[in-house]
């Protein structure tokens, strides 16, 4: 699998030519790109979206049931 | 009304950290990229019956998102982003997240470039999409993202005066710009 993907991967840099280059593991920009993007993406999702999707959930619940009687 | 697909709302979760950092990426600040992704969140949550299970989450939140961005910049003729407050919010908010020096000029210099051309880069060097999937993300052809994605990259290679090209040696096309990229 590991093998398929860096396959994949080198097919694609090749296909776009310098383009490619920002998902080379070695390419400066990509890395730091990387690290600031996950540096966001590890942080905990913030309680007001789990308390939306809740509610939300609750919302529609209520709905459906009053629908089914 | 059809009910909720349990598996919807877990795999919308599972999603949102990549959303919100798309988000913020888009618009510098946390307090404003956070109520986008929560529109983005009730337009999903009211479109679910289009989302068919099993075919890409990530990319039909991402779309959702952009759409619902443009709408409001429409609406408000907002800027896409704040660029002045933008960095200093994001600092004094986060100021452990984005503590090393290098990220920090990262982002200012990420800040610094077109708005279609941070999506870009942000979306093909980061969110792991792929240039078509960006390219329908964006509602354009992959030869658009293509030289976005490029342009991005030879940009912040000249704003942060690296050769973006590791252990490659030094690149010729960004090399004679990066002399004046402090200058301001």
């Not at chain 2, 940009?155 to 090209?165: A, I």
Request: charged share 30%; proline share 4%.
């Amino acid at each position: 699998m590991m093998n398929n993907k860096k396959e994949d991967h080198e097919i694609r840099r090749k296909e776009n030519g310098h383009a490619g280059d920002i998902l080379d593991p070695n390419n400066q920009i990509g890395i730091r790109l990387r690290s600031l993007y996950s540096a966001v993406q590890e942080e905990v999702i913030p309680d007001r979206f789990l308390d939306l999707l809740e509610k939300l959930d609750q919302v529609e619940r209520l709905s459906s049931e009053k629908v089914g009687k | 009304m059809t009910e909720s697909q349990p598996s919807f709302k877990r795999e919308l979760l599972a999603s949102l950290p990549s959303l919100r950092a798309f988000a913020i990426s888009l618009i510098g600040r946390h307090d404003r990229a956070d109520d986008l992704v929560q529109d983005t969140i009730m337009k999903a949550w009211a479109k679910q019956d289009h989302y068919q299970m099993g075919t890409n989450m990530k990319a039909w939140l991402f779309t959702i998102l952009r759409n619902e961005l443009f709408s409001q910049m429409r609406k408000h003729g907002r800027e896409i982003q704040d660029s002045d407050g933008a960095f200093t919010d994001s600092m004094a908010t986060h100021p452990s997240q984005y503590g090393s020096m290098d990220l920090q000029d990262f982002r200012r210099a990420l800040e610094k470039l077109p708005p279609d051309q941070r999506e870009a880069v942000v979306l093909v060097g980061a969110s792991g999409f792929s240039y078509e999937e960006a390219a329908e993300i964006c509602g354009c052809a992959v030869g658009t993202i293509k030289s976005r994605v490029n342009r991005a990259r030879l940009r912040l290679q000249e704003l942060l005066q690296v050769t973006g090209e590791g252990d490659y040696g030094p690149d010729a096309t960004s090399a004679p710009l990066t002399s004046k990229a402090f200058a301001f």
